[in-house]
């Protein structure tokens, strides 16, 4: 571990925050909209910088920040990055001004609520991707609940967004409780194995806990407890049905927020199988078939969808599907590509998600039956969804195929039936998709209000632009991302395979 | 000479960038971007072709060295992959022989799509198309060949989707590219298994290890590929694809499917002699269904009444003949015939819609009488051996289907036991609104415990143990203690009102100070 000379990673969990607060505190709703969105341009500024002090050749975390917080039981405010967690901080703030951007005209009522909720959300998902002590982290984790909660109730696009918003709530609140006693468990096993009483040698730093051996009955229980309480956000069947219901009755740029920010399959990469390694290895086939089947399941459901969004929702709970069989494998390609596809969610499935949100914000509608010919009146619009989609079934030349061909190539390499899986689900992945890009964007136009609908405009346009580029520089030079996570990869890898009966 | 190779690609993928990148911000519209365009893709491909030539030259004189790289493209552990170019034998013969096909297909276009709605998107396709054929052809490494492969398939499922307000169109294309979506995971498998067992992914280190790996291992990797490059080809039993995909404009199909990317699948199989000479079982593979394929595609083509369809037929006929000169060890034979059949293809199919000026007039050459007699040949043979609706009912619908059941099974079973929260429309929100519904309801089976609602198996857990414990409330707090409480507390209040009264008493105040006095006495 690192420390920081400068606390650049507390800033990056805190402005956003004081962001949230100034824009709550004007009364001019533009001039709000304003500082809200300069306080998400000056976050990304502060993450761009974090990567770029941060030095990919070192293992452990860096850029470590660490003060006492409740010295009675030990729990610390320790933050820190490393190889694995780096990139998800610029690519989330990205996100957060994507959003808001998206955003800017479709939200009619309580605008000022609304933006000071989104910086609220990236300080929490900040905070989630750096916290290294675990109560800090259940802070964090469940801090994303409350700004969710409302951003989904109250602007949701359907007429269940309440159900919906108390749906997506009651799910989280449910695994956390899975969370808190993993916690609690690690924690007191501390205590024991050093011989030390109950307040004062509780311990939940990560590193000192990583450090800490485990015995094997606890490790299988403390094991499934966090693969409980991460996989209903990931989400992996059958804990998925929250997320479609999210993305049908919630606002588009949160629903990409949703499908964008991997929080739950994150956890399982940072804490489930590096505190639990034997347990890990040993229930290993559990994770990999759970994949497997969501990864099917998924696809095939996806192939039934009419409406884009249930499409994208679906297609997003087969795609983590294929993460979990990429992180199951315990192949140093597997991790790679896993790391890489998750940081092309926050790209590419939520691109997709808000070009959804723009067809809604134009018609009202993004079934199936109500579109049809898109692709004539909407050229600007249907390039960009098509690229979008081309990247999500990972075709060569976008960030998609890479990250796709490591993951196969690492469940072929420590299962063929895995691998074969996969490679299914890259068949209907190509299905699915185009199927539906065939019934939307291409036939002769039926409905008179899609011959009505403008293009996109130049905001839409310049949002879309970035992600865009990004996915094309990251398919044609994906040595960039690799080697920003490749050492932390193999510690973690390292970590497993030692432990590995 | 080796750094040429590196251009060949590059230049049509340069002009592809600048066309869409003008396509997408509305420039370059009317005649004089029309010109522009055509101008840009016939240059570059035009710098292409004389490259592949000028390199084709210095292999024939001996000046190559055999492979270029220009660095590593990804790596992760052991699997890495750079972006090398072979520069030497048959790789440099094909990649100018496809250089000056689609040269000679692009200027065609020129001409042929004037004024046409979708000349931007054409050349864009086609540049596009260029660079990933070339890559293909010239890439030292079978990721990189995998990468023009996988382009060069998505230019065919647009340039097949040319005309996308019609819905045929449309479907074929999304069928044709699902069809090879399926030979692509052969592909990717067969890099997968090369990876692992061989523990490299160049064509030259694999074909040279290709005798250390085991027969079965060989097989299984022979058979992967094996498996894409029949998809490719439009080999049994995925032949009916090409079929399909003759919807495009007759340039893109003359250059798709009659010149260059229907041989790939045969390239695939010349670039990997070695493996295949090492699996009897894969070659015996390439006889059957390369000889199948002939077979079939020659009595289908007899019933063919238009031109493009009698192509389309003899041109996965004449693959069937190479792949099965493959499968018989005749490697040279079938490099030729490629070469020969790339060519001879690319003028018919360019000549296809003139043809009828050529022909009219003359008498159509009957077949034999043997086959005339035959009638369910006939019938088989219009009906192109019902394959297409064979593999509906083998292979789309059973996944439709099942996409049904578990949407289904979804929305009606994991969801429920998931649970939902109870919907706000249906709950009630004020008590005005409990009254009116106990009153609307009789009293008697109005039960006020049905309040809560849960749904799913935490929901229902809860709903019942809150169940459980409102009984117990009711029952036995309520009214089994409740109005004993009640009871207790007055008779209890009179004795602490009578204990007052009493100590209020004089006398007994002074006893009780005395008894206090006593007691701190004693102490």
């Given at each position: ?183 609690i468990i690690l924690s007191a096993n501390h205590a024991i194995q050093i011989d030390g009483r109950i307040p004062q040698d509780l311990a939940f730093s990560l590193p000192i806990l990583l450090e800490t051996p485990l015995p094997h009955d606890l490790q299988t229980l403390v094991f499934l407890l966090l693969l409980f309480g991460f996989a209903v956000k990931a989400p992996l069947v059958p804990f998925h049905t929250w997320l479609p219901t999210a993305a049908m009755e919630g606002p588009a740029h949160i629903a990409a927020l949703l499908t964008g920010l991997k929080l739950g399959v994150y956890g399982i990469l940072r804490f ?74 926050a790209l590419i499935a939520s691109s997709l998600m808000l070009i959804s949100g723009f067809i809604h914000h134009r018609l009202g509608s993004t079934e199936a039956i109500h579109l049809g010919g898109m692709a004539s009146v909407m050229p600007r619009l249907a390039f960009f969804y098509f690229l979008f989609a081309l990247a999500s079934f990972g075709v060569p030349g976008t960030s998609g195929f890479p990250a796709e061909l490591l993951m196969i190539i690492g469940a072929l390499t420590s299962h063929a039936g895995l691998g074969a899986a996969a490679l ?78 | ?523």
């Amino acid at each position: 571990m690192s420390e920081a000379n400068f606390p650049i990673l507390s800033i990056i969990i805190l402005l956003p925050l004081l962001g949230g607060v100034v824009t709550g505190i004007v009364r001019d709703t533009n001039t709000a909209k304003k500082i809200a969105l300069s306080f998400a341009c000056f976050e990304l500024l502060l993450t761009v910088i974090a990567v770029k002090l941060f030095d990919p050749s070192i293992a452990g975390f860096q850029l470590t920040e660490k003060l006492s917080w409740i010295s009675l039981l030990n729990v610390e405010y320790l933050v820190g990055v490393d190889g694995i967690s780096i990139l998800f901080l610029p690519l989330s703030a990205l996100l957060t001004i994507i959003a808001m951007l998206s955003s800017w005209n479709s939200v009619t009522h309580s605008t000022r609520f609304h933006f000071a909720l989104l910086l609220a959300l990236q300080s929490a998902t900040a905070g989630v991707f750096t916290a290294l002590d675990m109560v800090l982290f259940f802070l964090y984790w469940e801090l994303t609940l409350p700004p969710f909660f409302f951003l989904i109730g109250l602007w949701g696009i359907g007429s269940q967004r309440r159900g919906a918003a108390m749906k997506y709530t009651l799910f989280m609140l449910a695994g956390g409780v899975a969370l808190l006693l993993a916690i609690i468990i690690l924690s007191a096993n501390h205590a024991i194995q050093i011989d030390g009483r109950i307040p004062q040698d509780l311990a939940f730093s990560l590193p000192i806990l990583l450090e800490t051996p485990l015995p094997h009955d606890l490790q299988t229980l403390v094991f499934l407890l966090l693969l409980f309480g991460f996989a209903v956000k990931a989400p992996l069947v059958p804990f998925h049905t929250w997320l479609p219901t999210a993305a049908m009755e919630g606002p588009a740029h949160i629903a990409a927020l949703l499908t964008g920010l991997k929080l739950g399959v994150y956890g399982i990469l940072r804490f489930a199988l590096p505190l639990a390694p034997v347990a890990a290895v040993e229930f290993s086939w559990i994770l990999s078939v759970f994949g497997a089947v969501t990864l099917i399941y998924g696809g095939l459901i996806a192939l039934q969808q009419t409406n884009l969004r249930g499409l994208l929702a679906y297609a997003s709970v087969s795609h983590v599907g294929m993460v979990m069989v990429a992180i199951a494998s315990l192949s140093m390609q597997g991790i790679q590509g896993a790391i890489f596809q998750l940081l092309n969610f926050a790209l590419i499935a939520s691109s997709l998600m808000l070009i959804s949100g723009f067809i809604h914000h134009r018609l009202g509608s993004t079934e199936a039956i109500h579109l049809g010919g898109m692709a004539s009146v909407m050229p600007r619009l249907a390039f960009f969804y098509f690229l979008f989609a081309l990247a999500s079934f990972g075709v060569p030349g976008t960030s998609g195929f890479p990250a796709e061909l490591l993951m196969i190539i690492g469940a072929l390499t420590s299962h063929a039936g895995l691998g074969a899986a996969a490679l299914a689900g890259a068949i209907l992945g190509a299905a699915y998709m185009l199927s539906f890009t065939r019934r939307a964007f291409f036939g002769p136009v039926i409905h008179t209000a899609v011959n009505n609908m403008h293009d996109l405009q130049t905001r839409e346009l310049a949002l879309l632009f970035a992600p865009a580029l990004l996915i094309l520089i990251f398919g044609f030079f994906p040595d960039t991302i690799l080697n920003i996570n490749k050492v932390a990869s193999e510690a973690w890898l390292l970590r497993l395979t030692t432990y590995a009966p | 000479m080796d750094f040429l190779a590196v251009f060949i690609p590059l230049f049509p993928l340069l002009a592809a960038l600048f066309i869409g990148i003008g396509h997408l911000f509305d420039r370059m519209s009317g005649d004089a971007g029309e010109r522009i365009i055509s101008n840009i893709a016939v240059l570059a491909i035009s710098f292409s072709c004389f490259i592949a030539l000028i390199l084709l030259g210095a292999d024939l004189l001996g000046m190559n060295s055999g492979s270029f790289s220009i660095g590593q493209w990804l790596g992760s552990d052991t699997f890495k992959i750079e972006v090398t170019f072979i520069t030497t034998g048959y790789n440099t013969v094909l990649s100018a022989l496809f250089s000056v096909l689609l040269l000679i297909v692009i200027r065609f276009s020129v001409n042929y799509m004037h004024r046409e709605t979708g000349f931007r998107r054409f050349f864009f396709n086609l540049s596009l198309f260029a660079s990933a054929m070339l890559l293909l052809v010239s890439s030292g490494n079978i990721v990189t060949t995998f990468i023009g492969w996988e382009i060069a398939g998505l230019c065919s499922y647009l340039l097949i989707s040319y005309a996308y307000d019609r819905p045929i169109a449309t479907i074929n294309a999304t069928r044709v590219f699902v069809t090879n979506r399926i030979g692509d995971a052969g592909f990717i498998l067969g890099i997968g298994l090369s990876y692992f067992y061989a523990g490299t992914i160049n064509w030259d280190a694999l074909n040279a290890l290709a005798g250390e790996l085991t027969i079965p291992t060989a097989t299984v990797i022979a058979l992967c590929f094996a498996t894409a490059a029949f998809a490719k080809s439009a080999q049994l039993p995925f032949t009916p694809w090409l079929a399909r995909a003759m919807e495009g404009p007759t340039p893109s199909s003359a250059v798709f499917y009659g010149a260059v990317m229907i041989h790939a699948g045969m390239f695939l199989i010349i670039m990997l002699q070695p493996i295949f000479e090492r699996a009897p079982l894969a070659m015996d593979a390439l006889v059957i269904v390369g000889f199948a394929t002939a077979v079939y595609s020659f009595t289908v083509g007899l019933t063919q009444t238009d031109v493009k369809s009698s192509y389309c037929f003899a041109i996965s006929g004449q693959l069937g003949l190479m792949f099965l000169e493959c499968g018989l060890g005749y490697w040279e034979l079938a490099a030729y015939h490629l070469c020969a059949h790339a060519i001879i293809r690319c003028y018919q199919v360019l000549t296809a819609p003139s043809l009828m000026h050529n022909v009219v007039g003359n008498p159509i050459k009957t077949v034999s009488r043997d086959i005339i007699n035959l009638r369910w040949l006939y019938i088989a043979s219009i009906q192109r051996f019902w394959l297409d609706p064979i593999a509906d009912r083998t292979l789309v619908r059973p996944i439709q289907g099942l996409g049904q059941d578990l949407s289904h099974f979804d929305i009606y079973v994991i969801d429920r036991l998931m649970g939902t929260p109870a919907s706000p429309s249906r709950a009630i929100s004020s008590l005005a609104q409990l009254e009116q519904k106990i009153l609307s309801t009789s009293q008697s089976d109005f039960n006020i415990n049905q309040f809560g609602h849960g749904s799913g198996i935490a929901g229902k857990f809860f709903e019942w143990t809150a169940k459980i414990l409102g009984w117990f409330e009711e029952r036995l707090v309520l009214q089994g203690i409740g109005m004993d409480i009640i009871d207790i507390g007055n008779k209890l209040g009179h004795a602490a009102n009578t204990f007052e009264r009493l100590l209020l008493k004089p006398r007994y105040l002074v006893l009780f100070v005395f008894i206090v006095l006593l007691i701190a006495a004693t102490r």
